[in-house]
């Protein structure tokens, strides 16, 4: 069974009032989502390692960090030590996926592999049982805003078939673009792990966070519902 989680973007919150905006949505959300970007894997710049730890004092939720820099292997390890509950590196960047996977992974964070639009999902179903979490990225990293991408959606169900031939138990995260009116394609794609930064923190009362679960949850049981 699956569950519909929520991970606001703090991409699209203010900056200068991180701790704050973290707790504007502690009560609705499940984890919150740290877009950690070095200018090199994208050409954004964020935030890094000394205020992720800044934000982990902090913050009540779990912090999920997607890390689009271009040597995870050196980093990730470290965001995991320092007490992310889990780090995503990107295939495309990391050099040894399965050692980087492996030290997140012993140093008590969960693990997650994210896929940019032009990646194919397939090539990595033999990493499945080194990772907790898979990112089908619904935009080109590197910015909030940008319109979601309607050429990822059937790679989200690819993915969910192949999470489910795996039988383990991987949650299946979107990222970019991700919003009421994209959220329903999504949910019936079979994600089950929905980032959300501009939806949420652009709304004017970041408690959306309600009415867009309701609104994953309503898709995800559409399938089963035509099925009867
Ligand atoms: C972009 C980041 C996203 C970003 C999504 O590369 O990975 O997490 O915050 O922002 P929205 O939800 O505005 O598309
Ligand atoms: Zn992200």
């Not at 970019?176 to 959220?183: A, K, Q």
Request: proline share 6%; with cysteine; aromatic share 6%.
């Amino acid at each position: 069974m699956m569950t519909t989680q929520i991970f606001p973007s703090l991409l699209a919150a203010d900056f200068a009032r991180l701790a704050d905006e973290a707790a504007t949505v502690s009560g609705v959300a499940d984890w919150l989502h740290v877009d950690v970007m070095d200018s090199h894997f994208v050409p954004n710049l964020t935030i890094g390692l000394p205020v992720v730890s800044a934000l982990l004092k902090h913050a009540t939720l779990p912090l999920d960090c997607h890390l689009m820099i271009s040597e995870p292997d050196r980093w990730a390890p470290e965001y995991a030590q320092a007490g992310a509950r889990n780090v995503t590196i990107h295939a495309e960047a990391a050099s040894a996926p399965v050692r980087t996977l492996r030290l997140i992974r012993s140093a008590g964070a969960r693990a997650g592999l994210a896929i940019n639009p032009a990646t194919p999902v397939e090539p990595y179903a033999d990493l499945f049982g080194e990772i907790d979490m898979l990112l089908v990225m619904t935009i080109e990293p590197g910015f909030g805003g940008q319109a979601f991408l309607d050429i990822t959606v059937p790679k989200i169900a690819r993915a969910r078939e192949l999470i489910a031939r795996h039988g383990g138990e991987i949650w299946l995260q979107v990222d970019g673009g991700v919003s009421e009116e994209t959220f329903g394609r999504c949910a019936e794609a079979g994600a089950d792990v929905f980032v959300a930064g501009t939806a949420v923190f652009g709304a004017e009362d970041p408690a959306a966070v309600r009415h867009l679960r309701s609104t994953a949850e309503a898709a995800a049981r559409r399938p089963a519902d035509d099925g009867g």
